[in-house]
């Protein structure tokens, strides 16, 4: 191996050699299944019969398909709610955990360890946590309710409110949480906040790189408190941000496990995410050319957002 | 952080509004794992029992298992619908096995895209970082049909074989651990007469052990955490792995035997705990350099 000069052909074979597993893994898991998944999504096919070419048909029929317009349009939602309110929730508790205090490590152990355990046990505990009659959640927040709503019932009438309202009020209750169809999108939403840890983790390690020169100096100018955040950390940190955020968007349209174990897209279609309905479609109901489709829709609405973001990052992101 | 230009109270009730904040974010991420691990304690009778209306003896019954029922335990282990040991073994050989197919190929791989000189590593490196982005659902049917042609479904050979050929975000990690290292280490070598393969065993395999460690206990977790790889692949319930023995288990008992089911997520979650507990440091290295050199 010549440091300099020339690449001799044993170099190239070396260099070769020990990229062996990735350059078959690439023709392997990569080329193969990708040609093969954008043929197959101009297919009708079972799996247990060849594949028959039908042109643009399952795409076609994905725009007259109601559950996966309904899948489509909660993963949007999902996605444009989800991703800010993560990225803030994160960065409010590294900021948080980034305070000098005694007790910060074990703080972070906190805040971490929930994003190492399986989406599985996650979703497991929290549907028992949020179980309406015998879980603790509902039974602590019945009593806050029970206050809110007997005095929302006694000034009620000042405002003509109609006797129904009232009795409704006087019996304000706790929300059914993923046994409401207008609840469960939410609480999949806040439940998604349990496992942000790895985030955080991000952000920590972020707010470390920021020399304590800059908050010197920003504190000679007389900065304080939300001015020097808004002025020194966001901006040193925007790369971090911006690099959670392309994870976060990535991430938001893939997500499976938890909705999959805890609700099974219901009650309706209520929580039925993008890549349930595309296992569902593949998987269960064998149309497997219809789930290439959906998969290929899926990658370019992908690239598409991340491309924004790049876009975008050029306004807002400060690189060193 | 230096607080300047704040009245001694100020900083009290400053500091006071933090320890409050902590304090209830601590509650919040500690609440659910107390209250799995108290369900598993308890007798399913006082689990589904009906909460007496007063709020103090209401909290205790819903907090303090009575009497402390360790028997849920020793039924999950010996249930014949939740074979935990079968389920623990499947789990544990596929896990071991991604990560030392992950540890080793992407070593080798990051040690060509970063210390050998040949044409094409540059694209290499791009493809390793496209593939990145990829969703699993691109790559869900074509890769049944692939595996299915080899005969490998029902088998757990799709969940570990493919992890020997450089998964993507591992050669990234350790590329970039690989750029700290200086080249004149191995050029050095190659003066002593030092084969390619022997560089990399004995000089660059030792150096990087740290972010090799990050690659073994990562790729190990994830693949105990599997769930959608398991669902794909595994058709007998004899293969199947804890995550997915988990979710059938819930399916099937769950609307009827919580502290059943809780006893069996505490023994899921108990192996990823201690080794987060063993190797906190490496975790939290490990994710901050993925974040901030990327």
Known sequence: ?320 | MKLSGEKPSALLTRRLMIQIALGVVAVIYLAPLFWMLDTSLKTERQAMTQLPSNPARALATLMIPHPLHAANYQKVISSPFFRMQLYARNTLIIALLVAIGSMLSASLVAYALTKLRWYGRNVLFWIVMGSMMLPFSVMMVPLYRIYREFGWIGTNLPLWLPTFLAPPFYVFLLRQFYLTIPNELTEAAVIDGAGPFRIWWYIMVPLTRPALLVVGLFSFVASWNNFIGPLVYLTHQRTYTLALALQFFQTRHGGVAHTLLMAATVLVVLPIIIIFFLAQKTFIRGIATTGIKG
């Not at chain 1, 990735?22 to 193969?32: H, K, N, Q, T």
Request: charged share 10%; aromatic share 14%; hydrophobic share 55%.
């Open chain 1, 1 to 320: 191996m010549s440091a300099y000069g020339r690449v001799t052909w044993r170099d190239q074979l070396i260099g070769m050699f020990f990229a062996m597993p990735f350059i078959i893994g690439v023709a392997v898991l990569l080329v193969v299944p990708l040609a093969l998944s954008f043929y197959y999504s101009f297919c009708h096919y079972t799996m247990l019969t060849p594949p028959i070419w039908v042109g643009l048909k399952n795409y076609v029929r994905l725009l007259s398909d109601h559950a996966f317009m309904r899948s489509l349009l909660n993963t949007c939602f999902f996605s444009v709610i989800s991703v800010p309110l993560a990225l803030g929730w994160s960065l409010l508790l590294a900021l948080l955990l980034n305070v000098p205090n005694r007790l910060r490590n074990v703080y972070r152990t906190i805040v971490f360890l929930p994003s190492l355990l399986p989406l599985v046990a996650t979703a497991v505990i929290w549907r028992w946590m949020l179980s309406p009659v015998h879980g603790p959640i509902n039974f602590l927040l019945q009593f806050p309710c029970h206050w809110v709503g007997t005095m929302l019932a006694a000034v009620a009438p000042l405002f003509h409110a109609a006797p129904s309202t009232i009795h409704s009020l006087r019996h304000l209750k706790p929300p059914l949480w993923l046994e409401d169809g207008k609840w469960a999108m939410t609480t999949i939403i806040l439940l998604s906040l349990w496992g942000v840890g790895q985030t955080v983790i991000i952000f920590l390690a972020g707010l470390d790189e920021i020399p304590e020169e800059l908050y010197e100096s920003a504190a000679l100018d007389g900065a304080t408190g939300l001015r020097r955040l808004w002025h020194v950390t966001l901006p040193m940190l925007s790369p971090v941000i911006f690099f959670n955020l392309v994870i976060g968007i990535i991430g938001s349209w893939q997500i499976f496990d938890l909705p999959y174990v805890m609700t099974q897209g219901g009650p309706g279609r209520a929580t039925l995410f993008y890549s349930m309905y595309l296992f569902e479609a593949g998987f269960q109901q064998l149309r497997m050319g219809a789930a290439c489709a959906m998969a290929w829709v899926q990658l370019i609405i992908i690239l598409i957002l991340t491309a924004i973001a790049f876009r975008s990052a050029k306004k807002w992101v400060h690189y060193r």
